[in-house]
């Protein structure tokens, strides 16, 4: 049976990417820094639990050790898809000028340092499984985004650059990695004016979970198996 790790499970592209590798028959193990939901509804799922608080690089790096008993030395793929974007009291975006550095480390802690402690950490895994990485970026990396703030932002367009870094860097060992980068997409917590966005949108529709979950999942499949260093825009059109 084929692993895949994922981080950022518990809700929206998350959930949603759980519920695909597991239709498909993979086993599914998931970091979150909350204890396992029991009303997550994919079996196996409270074995397949790491709590670990990505926003913390000392418990990120102590998570590896307990991946590497639960994986058995091998690792088919792994999700770097958790990501934070804190707002004003307000609810807004924070903008350059506003946001307090406390808060930018803390984002690129989860956003995009995770992201390589975890491929470095489970490199040898990763080797043994011909294992594929996938970075979820976002369309916010590469524009300035109405209700995305300054830290979320950058560390999005850091971890795209990432992506080419280690693509070149894992390639020769025969891991994959690529990125998706998602624009609006239908999760249960939207930004207010999201919707509003959607006649601007050459799809006039926001996307659906499902829809992120199945790109995901081809990059990590037999039928994406030349394909490295991409970046997917996942976005209906948007980013034209």
Known sequence: MRSVLLTGASRGIGHATVKKFGNEGWRVITCSRQPFDDRCPWPGGKENHIQVDLANPNDTIKAIEILREKL???????????????????????????????????????????SVVLARGLKNELISGKGSIVNVTSIAGSRVHPFAGAAYATSKAALAALTREMSYDFGPLGVRVNAIAPGEVETSILSEGTRDMVKDLPLRRLGSPSEVADTIFFLCSDQSTYVSGAEIEINGGQHV
Request: proline share 2%; no cysteine.
């Open 72 to 114: 058995g030395g091998k690792l088919h793929a792994l999700v770097n898809n958790a990501g934070i974007s804190p707002k004003t009291n307000e609810g807004k975006r924070l903008n350059t000028l506003e946001t307090d550095l406390s808060v930018w480390g803390k984002v690129f802690h989860v956003n995009f340092f995770a």
